[in-house]
């Protein structure tokens, strides 16, 4: 992230480009600070740290590739940003806007995208050949992973639930906002995150991840379940002024043409060859990349804007810009999708999730398209692609009412910032469980269609949904789950079973368990992330905390069939299994009753 070597260049000569603080004492001598932070640097470094010491801590180095342990993420982010606020340190969350929100960040860095993609499938296979053992885990480096399947939505509702102000752009990427946040603020201190675009802006001062708590006062990263709250905090800030001093660059200019010239996130792509390579300087893109890199140095930019498609066009963005919406819905809105990455088999012709995943996001594209409109572009993994591009058509909502009255309803919604009828709001809770359903469960007495949402509440209305939707997803089709693996999903989702005990039991998983336990993670980010955020539903269902585990996972899933059972056996006392298969069982009994609809017609199950 932006200029090629520039910020390993500040850190080996960091005597000469820093000034070191104590940010407590700052906050102190200042009534209180901002830091301005760039959310995904800054959530990318506290989970390498969180994944570090509770691996250390609970003597398990699979942990961080199990799919996530959310419910203790959500206690460290919070802990730490507390402890932080306690001291009056203040962050301040700027989050870049979706893949392909707009048309000029489309085609700068479509090419910087996908060979980012290509970097993760290698990440990906590493983690594979562990899983198949290949490789062993103290083999795997530490910065080889993917990250968990819903870690955004667990650590965005962590940080609102601290407080924390959090500003989402509506297309492109958040630079310009967050120079503009360090300029603007009268509190604002420095910004956090590890771009050395920070490093080039006109009185930019940047704190990078590695000289952040430079005394490791926190205790991140050390075998703990929390962080330590700090009675000192030293970090080294690199500033514009001192990065001149060190490159002896005596004026501002200078600066940003050897960001051109080195290479940065608009240049880079013609710069590969280095010095010596011969440049077409003729080229358009080219002459465009070093204007706009001119302009975006020295503010002269402004952010990207939002596709200009009529009214729904400006819903989106001020949802997004309130935390409403994810950033990727003005994506789909610009006829854009890039799918998750996630780990999962990749054998050549294995079935990918978020593949299989698009007959639902279709239902989504007619929500957040304009009528005239039918087509997104999707890009990711395929199959039997490393990278493909895919068109996807919109398909109109599975509802019974008349179209006229659906769309009306579904605009309601969409547009609303207010009180909703209670017809439509009704009418939006029908129709999530209608797009949730290939085929919806009857009563046996009545052979009418039951709303579950009304049967068992809005959150657990929700994993019903979510669970069947799975099952049929994969029932004699894509995963080809049997009847045991799906209980055992069934009972890690309802279980809410303490994440500490299953973390300390060290199993290797197989290769189909990761893949399940984030199919079904993926399945839930549709239902809660796009959906329930469009719908304006999302505050009524359950946090990824509440219903998954990456280490709880493991543990049943191992203990479900025979096989893996055996396999288990090896690494863990069978008498640790026997428990983990009654835990799981107690469970499957307690939610014997909701099971049976779940998996009516699917598979028998007995409920007596």
């Known amino acids: 992230m932006g200029v090629q070597g520039l910020l390993g260049t500040c850190l080996e000569n960091r005597e000469a480009c820093t000034d070191t603080y104590d940010l407590v004492q700052v906050a102190q001598q200042q ?38 342990e959310y419910a203790s993420l959500h206690n460290y982010v919070t802990k730490l940003v507390n402890d932080l606020k306690s001291q009056d340190i203040h962050l301040v969350f700027y989050i870049d806007a979706g893949k392909g929100s707009s048309f000029d960040t489309l085609r700068q860095k479509f090419n910087t995208w996908a060979n980012r993609h290509e970097e993760d499938i290698k990440k990906m296979s590493q983690i594979l050949d562990v899983l198949w053992g290949k490789t062993e885990i103290s083999q795997l480096s530490t910065y080889t992973n993917i990250r968990p399947v819903v870690l955004e939505d667990q650590f965005m509702a962590a940080l609102r639930s601290c407080g924390c102000e959090i500003h989402q752009s509506p297309a492109g990427e958040a630079d310009l906002l967050i120079i503009r946040a360090l300029r603007d603020r009268s509190k604002a201190f420095a910004i956090l995150s590890n771009d050395s675009d920070f490093c080039v802006f006109k009185e930019s001062r940047l704190i990078p991840q590695e000289l952040f708590d430079i005394e490791n006062d926190l205790q991140l990263g050390e075998p703990r379940e929390l962080p330590e709250k700090p009675l000192r905090l030293n970090v080294k800030v690199i500033s514009t002024e001192n990065v001149m001093a060190m490159l002896k660059l005596n004026n501002h200019r200078l600066l940003v043409e050897m960001s051109i010239v080195a290479g940065n996130d608009f240049t880079g792509p013609y710069m590969r060859g280095g010095l010596h390579h011969k440049i077409d300087e003729m080229d358009p893109g080219f002459r465009q990349a070093v204007i706009h890199s001119r302009n975006f140095y020295n503010l002269r930019g402004e952010p990207d804007k939002c596709p200009q498609k009529g009214y729904f066009s400006q819903v989106i963005e001020e949802k997004i810009r309130s935390g409403q919406y994810p ?75 008349s179209s006229q009255t659906k769309y009306s309803a579904i605009s309601e919604r969409f547009t ?18 209608a797009i949730l359903h290939y085929y919806v469960p009857t009563c046996t007495s009545t052979g009418e269609a039951v709303n579950w949402f009304e049967r068992y509440g809005r959150k657990n209305g929700f994993i019903f ?23 055992a999903l069934v009972a890690m989702v309802m279980g809410r079973s303490s994440e500490e005990h299953y973390q300390a039991i060290v199993i290797r998983p197989t290769v189909r368990c990761v893949t399940i336990g984030n199919w079904m993670q993926d399945v839930y980010r549709h239902g809660y992330h796009m959906f329930g955020s469009v719908l ?24 479900c069939q025979d096989e893996t059972f055996r396999i288990a056996a090896r690494e ?11 835990e799981m069982n107690a469970v499957i009994r307690e939610k014997r009753h909701m099971i049976r609809h779940i998996v009516q017609d699917v598979f028998p199950f007995d409920d007596k």
């Open 572 to 582: 863990v006392s069978p008498q640790v299994l026997y428990q983990t298969q009654q």
């Open 536 to 559: 304006h539903i999302r505050h009524e269902f359950p946090l990824p905390s509440e219903l998954f585990s990456g280490s709880v996972w493991t543990a049943m899933y191992m203990v």
């Open 31 to 68: 009534g209180g600070l901002e830091l301005i932070v760039d959310f995904y640097s800054f959530e990318h470094y506290i989970l390498s740290k969180f994944w570090k010491g509770l691996s250390q801590l609970r003597g398990n180095d699979y942990l961080r590739i199990l799919g996530g």
């Open 465 to 487: 949904y979510i669970l069947r939707y799975f099952l049929l997803l994969n029932w004699q089709q894509n995963l080809h789950v049997t009847d045991n693996e799906f209980l």
């Open 327 to 401: 950033s990727n819905i003005m994506s789909m809105h610009n006829n854009f999708y890039w799918y998750r990455m996630l780990l999962e088999d990749n054998s050549y012709g294995a079935p990918c999730a978020e593949c299989a995943l698009t007959p639902l996001r279709a239902y989504l594209y007619r929500i957040v398209l304009p009528r005239q409109e039918q087509l997104v572009n999707e890009h990711g993994r395929s199959p039997y692609e490393h990278l493909r591009k895919a068109g996807t058509m919109a398909v109109p909502l599975p509802c019974t009412r």
């Open 416 to 433: 609303s910032s207010g009180h909703i009828k209670k017809g439509v709001q009704g009418f939006i809770i029908s129709a999530f469980g």
